[in-house]
């Protein structure tokens, strides 16, 4: 006989712990360096990456110039409602990847928002 799964699912709380290093170091490297030299320096751990990077659970992958790749292991902190993951956790995705993108173009002394 299978068991039944729990209808009452309270009891199932769960801990996120964030931890990150002050962005105040990463945007001083940012007026001294380019925009594809920022990124490589935050993918090769020399520099930290974003906390909202951290917070939402991003990966950089590949940064060349004008091409930028992050990944995202969806996890059941991205759901919403539906048990699907959050529209807002894609948007962050793209936003981030597309800002990077423009990012590594940028010459040095040069910054965007």
């Not at 380019?34 to 990456?49: K, T, V, W, Y």
């Not at 597309?98 to 928002?113: D, E, F, K, M, Q």
Request: aromatic letters at 4%; charged letters at 20%.
């Amino acid at each position: 006989m299978a068991e039944e799964e729990p209808t009452d699912l309270s009891d199932r709380q769960r801990t996120r712990t964030v931890t990150w290093n002050d962005p105040k170091r990463v945007a001083a490297a940012a007026h001294t360096m380019s925009g594809i030299d920022l990124l490589r320096a935050i993918n090769s751990g020399e520099l930290s990456p974003a906390p909202m990077v951290q917070l939402v659970g991003l990966t950089p992958e590949l940064a060349e110039e004008g091409h930028v790749i992050f990944s995202m292991l969806p996890a059941d902190f991205h759901y919403n409602t539906m048990g699907v993951v959050h529209g807002g956790a894609i948007a962050t995705l793209v936003d981030t990847a597309l800002g990077c993108a423009v990012l590594s173009t940028i010459p040095r002394g040069a910054n965007h928002t």
